[in-house]
C-alpha cells in the first residue's frame, strides 16, 4: 500500500480557486491509479476525480465537471487537484486514494480503492 498525505485545503470564498496536492510516499507511484474523493457533514463519499497511472486518461464527477483539473507528477509522487470557480456546494473533507489494481468501472466506488489518505478540509463560504 502507499501512504497518502493531503495539503492545500482551507478557507476561500465563492468563485476563488484552490489546489490540492498529495503526496504519496514508497515507490512506483506511477503504477497507482489515483484520484479525490470528498465528503459533506452528513453525507456520503462523492467521487471528485480520477487519473490513470500514465496520466493520459481523467475522469470527473458531474458535479465538478468543467471546473476542477486533475493531475499527476509522477517524478515527484503527488497528484494534484486544481479547483476553479468553487461553490458553496464545494464544501467538505477532501479525500486522496490510491489503487494499483482498480478498473474503470470500479473508479466511482471509494470502498474499491485501497489508499486513502487523512483527508484536508475546504471550506467556501463568503
Known amino acids: 500500500q502507499v501512504q497518502l498525505v493531503e495539503s492545500g485545503g482551507g478557507l476561500v470564498q465563492p468563485g476563488d480557486s484552490l489546489r490540492l496536492s498529495c503526496a504519496a510516499s514508497?515507490?512506483?507511484?506511477?503504477?497507482?491509479?489515483v484520484g479525490w474523493f470528498r465528503q459533506a457533514p452528513g453525507k456520503e463519499r462523492e467521487f471528485v476525480a480520477a487519473?490513470?497511472?500514465?496520466?493520459?486518461?481523467?475522469y470527473y464527477g458531474d458535479s465538478v465537471k468543467g471546473r476542477f483539473t486533475i493531475s499527476r507528477d509522477n517524478a515527484k509522487s503527488t497528484v494534484f487537484l486544481q479547483m476553479n470557480s468553487v461553490r458553496f456546494e464545494d464544501t467538505a473533507v477532501y479525500y486522496c486514494?490510491?489503487?494499483?489494481?482498480?478498473?474503470?468501472?470500479?473508479?466511482?466506488?471509494?470502498?474499491?480503492?485501497?489508499?486513502w489518505g487523512q483527508g484536508t478540509q475546504v471550506t467556501v463560504s463568503s
Open positions: 487519473i490513470r497511472r500514465s496520466g493520459g486518461h481523467t
Open positions: 514508497g515507490n512506483s507511484f506511477n503504477t497507482y491509479s
Open positions: 486514494v490510491a489503487d494499483r489494481g482498480i478498473i474503470l468501472s470500479s473508479i466511482w466506488t471509494p470502498d474499491l480503492w485501497g489508499s
